[in-house]
């Protein structure tokens, strides 16, 4: 079956007469302890419940692995992150999402791990980083610069090297790239952005091939006490039931905006591996089944014109966090340790919203900076 009929099918009850066609939310912290089928989930915090579990069976399904639901997208960076012995060495991409580039940075600071930051684009210096190290990160498209990581080539360097590869997928979802297919050890999800795609809902997920590193996960959820809410679960897998119209309606007005903002007097740059000129197409277009719905672009009149754009949006809501159904904007550079953006990108998420009305909204906006 195709990608968007597992999202659709995957993490069903069984198909017989009388069932209900989305496992329910159960809402229970325990269950009757000795029930057969039942005996690993007498605790939910331990076992899961049934709701957390048709959701893992669709992200699983989709990515090629099992999958282990998390409170938040950093609780399973952290589930995976936190499988590494005290000490290790982790190659990080430079640019990367700027919680994650928190924790990594906080926690390295205490002696938790050391850190090689890397250019994902250079495969050969990555690949150089990656000989020594415990774990390879990885992002690509990279949250917000859009870089491209060449992922079959960093997964097969890593793996004879030994070293565990970690991907977090969220940008791209498992429609447009699966990245344990292109050899990596873990994938990780911000459920919280396309896959809930109406931002009403924080969770995370991880999903690996490896049942040994899938339980070493579900220890870690266990232990940290890491579980998504019951409601979230519910709403993240009917989130993900309509995920791949969603996607494509995104990333159908991305692709238009993209190359509109390109020819527009007010922008300098557009980020977007969509368009042909953009460094990481080639790369993109081989390993991924579409460019997806974010795209950057940075504004020639520099930070204060990005800030009156942001502002001057009526459609596109100015806000942090993406992959909802409502388009989302924000000038990066604005969070602490995003150093390294340029201080006029703007981030935006493209929603289902008509791109015309989209495309008058951004127009507007810009045409005011100049
Ligand atoms: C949002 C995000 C996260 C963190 O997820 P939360 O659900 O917000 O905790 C991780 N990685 C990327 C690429 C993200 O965009």
Not at 173 to 187: H, M, N, S, W
Request: aromatic share 4%; glycine share 10%; proline share 5%.
């Amino acid at each position: 079956m195709r990608p968007e009929t597992v999202a659709v099918t995957a993490g069903r009850p069984p198909d017989r007469p009388g069932e209900p066609l989305n496992v329910p939310i159960v809402m229970a912290s325990n269950f009757r302890a000795g029930s057969p089928g039942l005996a690993t989930v007498e605790y939910s915090r331990d076992g899961g419940t049934p709701t957390w579990r048709a959701l893992e069976a669709a992200v699983g399904a989709l990515e090629g692995g099992h999958a282990t639901a998390f409170a938040s997208g950093m609780a399973a960076v952290f589930a995976v992150l936190d499988l590494l012995p005290i000490g290790s060495r982790v190659v990080v991409p430079s640019d990367s999402y700027s919680t994650l580039r928190a924790l990594l940075r906080t926690d390295g600071a205490r002696g938790r791990w050391k850190l090689d930051y890397v250019d994902v684009t250079d495969t050969d210096a990555v690949l150089t980083a990656a000989e020594s190290a415990d774990l390879l990160w990885l992002e690509s498209p990279t949250n917000p610069l859009m870089d491209v990581a060449d992922l079959a080539r960093l997964c097969a360097g890593a793996r004879a090297a030994g070293t565990l590869v970690a991907v977090d997928n969220t940008f791209a979802t498992p429609l447009l790239q699966r990245p344990l297919t292109l050899g990596a050890d873990f994938v990780v999800h911000s459920g919280t952005k396309f896959i809930g795609g109406h931002s009403d809902l924080l969770i995370g997920l991880t999903v690996t091939a490896d049942e040994d590193l899938n339980e070493q996960l579900g220890t870690r959820r266990e232990l940290a006490g890491a579980t998504p809410g019951g409601l979230e679960a519910y709403l993240a897998l009917r989130g993900l039931r309509t995920m791949a119209v969603r996607l494509a309606a995104g990333q159908r007005s991305a692709g238009e905006l993209a190359e509109r903002l390109h020819a527009h007097p007010a922008v300098s740059r557009v980020r977007y591996p969509g368009l042909a000129d953009d460094p990481g197409h080639s790369r993109a277009a081989a390993q991924m089944d579409g460019f997806g719905a974010v795209l950057s672009f940075e504004v020639s009149g520099g930070e204060q014109a990005a800030d009156r754009v942001c502002e001057g949006l009526g459609v596109i809501r100015a806000a942090t966090s993406l992959g909802g159904v409502e388009s989302t904007i924000e000038r990066r550079a604005k969070l602490p340790g995003q150093e390294h953006v340029p201080a006029s990108l703007l981030r935006l998420s493209v929603g289902c919203e008509h791109v015309e009305d989209l495309w008058e909204d951004l127009d507007q906006a810009l045409n005011r900076t100049l």
